[in-house]
């Protein structure tokens, strides 16, 4: 557990973290795979990211990344979805001032309300399975579904076949999620649509213009538990409460946290809003 004064300072560190291990995987030219999450919690650390990457001219050619989730119809350019929070955050300016490849950035698509809205090869399948379905019609709700289910399991396929994951940053939610795990979620589920709880919707509803969506499509805890290391970062007296119940309630679906201590390779990151030092 580590523990900070400020969010800054926790974003400063984790940030080094992270270069470092790029630094270190790239001495033995090997790729650097990240995980990444978004929300307030981990602002400071892109923010600080994107500095010593500039700062250092980081080589990000072998840099992969994945993120957590991203909410089921939103369109990928909604200023809400999770794809603008990313690109707003961190990619854009990465991508102007490093040499990071756009086509290694993955971040889950959770629209696909028309078949413009479809890859080439997802369009193709779509003919196969719904074989009467009208060209150009809007997707059905089955559709749609459908399709959103095979990009869960395409999305936890490529997860495998770059990964695994050095390296997972995790925020926690007020109720214990990770991603968007939301508790109840089976610790062995991997990528998945999921119901968002009235609890997290209540959560997100301050950075959300509009009503928050109530789906999502998120890593699952098996997907997470995979990475070789994690870090959950958390700040604010408001993670107070669950941070003590994550380290210390008994391991079990009802608190996906608490499934992080199964992990060998997962550090804290706390600020002292949670974690007040003792003089
Ligand atoms: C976001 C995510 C969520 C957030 C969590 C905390 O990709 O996966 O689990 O990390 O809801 O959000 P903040 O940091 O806004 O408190």
Redesign the pocket.
């Known amino acids: 557990m580590l523990i900070f004064e400020s969010p800054e300072d926790l974003g400063k560190a984790c940030a080094r973290q992270i270069v470092d291990l790029i630094l270190e995987n790239q001495k033995e030219n090997k790729p650097t795979v990240l995980g990444l999450?978004?929300?307030?919690?981990?602002i400071p650390v892109y923010r600080e990211l994107k500095q010593l990457v500039q700062k250092e001219k980081i080589d990000l050619s072998q840099v992969i990344t994945f993120?957590?989730?991203e909410y089921l119809g939103l369109p990928i350019d909604d200023p809400n979805s999770?794809h603008s929070f990313m690109f707003e955050q961190l990619f854009s300016d990465l991508l102007q001032t490093s040499n990071l490849d756009p086509r290694n950035i993955h971040i889950p698509n959770g629209y696909a309300k028309t078949e413009r809205d479809l890859s080439s090869q997802e369009l193709e399948a779509l003919f196969i399975a719904f074989p009467n379905r009208i060209k150009n019609s809007p997707l059905s709700q089955e559709e749609e579904l459908w399709i959103l289910k095979q990009r869960a399991d395409q999305y936890e396929h490529d997860i495998s076949r770059l990964g695994p994951i050095d390296l997972q940053i995790?925020?926690?939610?007020t109720n214990g999620?990770?991603?968007?795990a939301e508790p109840g979620f089976s610790f062995s589920q991997d990528t998945s649509l999921v119901q968002l709880t009235e609890n997290?919707r209540r959560?997100?509803a301050c950075?959300f213009n509009g009503e928050v969506p109530r789906f999502a499509i998120?890593m699952g805890i098996g997907t997470i538990l995979k990475a070789k290391k994690i870090y959950l970062?958390a700040t604010g007296e408001k993670?107070r409460e669950i941070i003590e119940k994550a380290l210390q309630f008994p391991i079990s679906p009802s608190i996906p946290a608490t499934s992080l201590r199964m992990h060998p390779c997962v550090s804290f990151f706390l600020d002292e809003a949670i974690c007040p030092r003792t003089p």
Do not use: E
């Open positions: 999450a978004t929300g307030n919690t981990p993120n957590l989730d999770y995790l925020g926690i939610g999620h990770i991603g968007f997290t959560d997100n950075v998120t970062l993670k």
